[in-house]
């Protein structure tokens, strides 16, 4: 198979990328079996390893990823996906990008840098 190494490491992490504007949006992980999901549905499926599950992103929130692009690093054990992001968050916490906390210099503080864009609690029934 070309692509990334499952013999090697059973999980490989996956870095999400919005294809329109370059913001990375998430990190998740894939086996081959969401690995091989991913190519044949063209929608993005991670390994959930808190469940130990396949996770279909957006199966709960509506906020799929289609995959535009996948890229795999030069030593076969990291994933890029370039996605379109529908609805417009891919985090669970209902911000655009898992990453919307930015530490301060001193690594002492963080601000919050993004807008929810939808509420948690409506979405997934918990608080």
């Known amino acids: 198979m070309v692509g990334p190494n499952f013999q090697k490491t059973p999980l490989i992490p996956v870095i ?17 079996e969401s690995y091989r999901e991913t190519l044949a549905t063209r929608r993005v499926c991670y390994y959930s390893r808190s469940r130990q599950k396949l996770w279909r992103k957006g199966e709960e929130s509506g906020n799929v990823q289609e995959l535009h692009e996948l890229y795999f690093d030069c030593d076969a054990d990291t994933l890029l996906a370039k996605v379109n992001q ?10 655009k990008s898992c990453f919307f906390r930015r530490l301060s210099a001193d690594g002492q503080s963080y601000e919050t840098v993004g807008e929810r864009v939808f509420d948690p609690a409506v979405v997934y029934g918990k608080s």
């Open 16 to 32: 999400a990328q919005d294809v329109a504007t370059g913001d990375v949006l998430m990190m998740a992980w894939m086996n081959e």
């Open 86 to 95: 529908i609805g417009g968050a891919a985090c669970h916490e209902g911000y």
